[in-house]
């Protein structure tokens, strides 16, 4: 398998597969495919009620496709739903990831959607995350450019809660508000992370809730 990160920071990845090989990805990422390719669309992993919860509160498709390859030289291009950059993380370990910027991974890496982070919200009331299970490759979108931060052990680094791509769970993290009732109350929930490494931990330069503020007014009123 080989690919390509194409566009950026409007960006797809476009895969070349050879016969037999397989990508997994979000229902709606297919951009483009060239050569045989079957595509098989099934539930998450999981079960039918993880699949709901994961449609539901984390943003994600209900279903995924799998992409498989039947002859050599074949092509596929999958982008995410959010306007920037794309990213590959090589997952040799576990990854929590913003279930927005999930687009699609190789077969062997599969996501946990019981896992806390998700079923309870802890990062804010608008953002839920996921966890890897296994290894293989990861491919993530995000709000305007992704960023690599790799934490040594002990150095910390505070970050805005709506910045967070993936961050690897060698790192230890615990989610609290920030600033004065002043800046809760006229600067947003105030909500950052608190990161400890050692660790690594990609984060997008744009912030979809500020994308939101800023286009409210702009928008038509209802009487």
């Not at 943003?59 to 799998?66: A, Q």
């Not at 009732?181 to 909500?191: E, P, Q, R, S, V």
């Not at 690594?200 to 038509?220: H, S």
């Amino acid at each position: 398998m080989e690919y390509e990160i194409v566009k950026n920071p409007m960006g797809l990845i476009e895969f070349t597969l050879n016969q037999g090989e397989r990508i997994v990805a979000e229902a709606a990422a297919m951009v483009f495919m060239q050569g045989d390719i079957v595509t098989e669309t099934r539930m998450r992993k999981g079960g039918f009620l993880k699949s709901l919860k994961a449609a539901a509160f984390g943003g994600e498709s209900f279903f995924v496709n799998e992409f498989i390859a039947q002859e050599d030289g074949c092509k596929l291009g999958l982008t995410g739903n959010t306007l920037g950059d794309i990213e590959v993380i090589n997952v040799n370990e576990e990854y929590i990831v913003q279930s927005g910027s999930f687009v699609g991974s190789t077969t062997d890496l599969t996501l946990d959607t019981k896992w806390q982070g998700f079923t309870k919200g802890i990062f804010g009331s608008n953002l839920f995350m996921l966890k890897t299970i296994g290894a293989g490759k990861m491919f993530v979108n995000a709000w305007g450019g992704i960023l690599k931060k790799q934490l040594a052990a002990g150095e910390k680094m505070i970050l805005d809660n709506y910045q967070l791509v993936a961050l690897s769970t060698t790192a230890d993290y615990r989610v609290t508000k920030h600033g004065s009732l002043k800046t809760t109350l006229f600067g947003g929930d105030a909500l950052v992370i608190e990161i400890v490494g050692p660790g690594t931990v990609y984060l997008q330069t744009k912030n979809i809730m500020e994308f939101a503020r800023a286009i409210v007014p702009f928008l038509p009123k209802r009487n």
